[in-house]
């Protein structure tokens, strides 16, 4: 299996869905959205087999100091393969001259994360105002 990676920001309404609801995240049920979401993004990188489409990490930033992980997922047909982790080091290095890179971790994904050099904070807490259900 060859994985190609890429920084293309535009997707099918399918690829998109696809890949959300294969780790179960409600806003694959949105695929519209998504496809104009990712044209928003500053950053996408994304991960391809062939043409499917496996991967992707998405940041937005504010130019020169922050910068925010807000989606990384594989398709788990492709877990424990580096792909989250190359995501993750491409991140890493398009802001390697940020004062800050932050990502919001689910509890069972912390272990990932800090693996990958993040820190998790001892005196804050996401919060969120959402009508999605994962």
Known sequence: MDIKYTD????????????FLSVNWSSGHYPEKLCIAMKNFNTVFSAYDGDKLVGMVCAMDDGI?????????????????????????????KYHS???????????EMHFYQNCGFEKSDDASPMFITSLWT
């Open 8 to 19: 293309k920001h535009d997707f099918t309404k399918n690829e998109l869905e696809e890949l």
């Open 65 to 93: 100091m922050n910068a925010y992980v807000h989606y990384l997922l594989v398709n788990p047909e492709y877990h424990n393969q580096k792909i989250g982790r190359t995501l993750i080091d491409m991140i890493k290095e």
């Open 98 to 108: 940020y004062l800050r890179i932050a990502v919001i971790a689910y509890d069972k």
